[in-house]
Nanobody, 128 residues
Framework: QLQLVESGGGLVQPGGSLRLSCAAS????????IGWFRQAPGKGREEVSC????????DYADSVKGRFTISRDITNNTAYLEMNNLKPEDTGVYYC?????????????????????WGQGTQVTVSS
């Protein structure tokens, strides 16, 4: 059974840092593209970062470029999202996704395609 478990969220002051982890079980992350999404209160879910299956394509939402870094450790079967210089608008529930057809860079999945493997999410709150 494919499972993703996020951790590392919490309350942090503006300008602070957090490192989110996404531990995978039941499959190898090395065969899947990885995405980090977030959902702020009252808003839709947005993709903040992605990494292609090969790891050669990495992309970030404009709002987090230069502050967030996506990575993965295939040996430990875990993906990460390093978040620096956090802002109040970064507040939300963060989810990781692993999918062979994850949108990343110039690649877009077929219309209507839905990602099946989501984690349960981890809350990030940026507030003074």
């Amino acid at each position: 059974q494919l499972q993703l478990v996020e951790s590392g969220g919490g309350l942090v002051q503006p300008g602070g840092s957090l490192r989110l982890s996404c531990a995978a079980s039941g499959f190898s992350l090395g065969y899947y593209a990885i995405g980090w999404f977030r959902q702020a209160p009252g808003k839709g879910r947005e993709e903040v970062s992605c990494m292609s299956i090969s790891g050669e394509v990495i992309d970030y939402a404009d709002s987090v470029k230069g502050r967030f870094t996506i990575s993965r450790d295939i040996t430990n079967n875990t993906a990460y999202l390093e978040m620096n210089n956090l802002k109040p608008e970064d507040t939300g529930v963060y989810y990781c996704v692993a999918d062979m057809l994850l949108a990343c860079g110039n690649y877009k999945p077929p219309d209507g395609y839905e990602y099946a493997s989501w984690g349960q999410g981890t809350q990030v709150t940026v507030s003074s």
